[in-house]
Nanobody
């Protein structure tokens, strides 16, 4: 089992920044990669980014490239999502997820464990 707890969400003005963190516990050594997804009301869950636990390889969704940065700290079992130049369309619940095997990183269904989510609201 893997447990994920997100923190750092909140309300920010357009153009501002927020930093989300995901604390990971449990079978961390079995994790293949960590991902971030978001879901706005009435919309499908959207891929934000993914980072390989060992490789450190990072993949970003098209809508956040150049604005968001993912990082991981295996010694602290944390994954961070730095969000800059936020837009109103970035408002959503953001989820941290763990993938236990190599697969298509952008597909939500391949992630095995999910956090409870944290709300990000960007005011225009």
């Amino acid at each position: 089992q893997v447990q994920l707890v997100e923190s750092g969400g909140g309300l920010v003005q357009a153009g501002g920044s927020l930093r989300l963190s995901c604390a990971v516990s449990g079978r961390t050594s079995s994790i293949y990669s960590m991902g971030w997804f978001r879901q706005a009301p009435g919309k499908e869950r959207e891929f934000v980014g993914d980072v390989g636990r060992i490789s450190g390889n990072i993949l970003y969704g098209d809508s956040v490239k150049g604005r968001f940065t993912i990082s991981r700290d295996n010694s602290k079992n944390t994954v961070t999502l730095q969000m800059n130049s936020l837009k109103s369309e970035d408002s959503a619940v953001y989820y941290c997820a763990a993938r236990m095997a190599r697969s298509a990183a952008t597909a939500a269904h391949v992630y095995n464990y999910w956090g409870q989510g944290t709300q990000v609201t960007v005011s225009s």
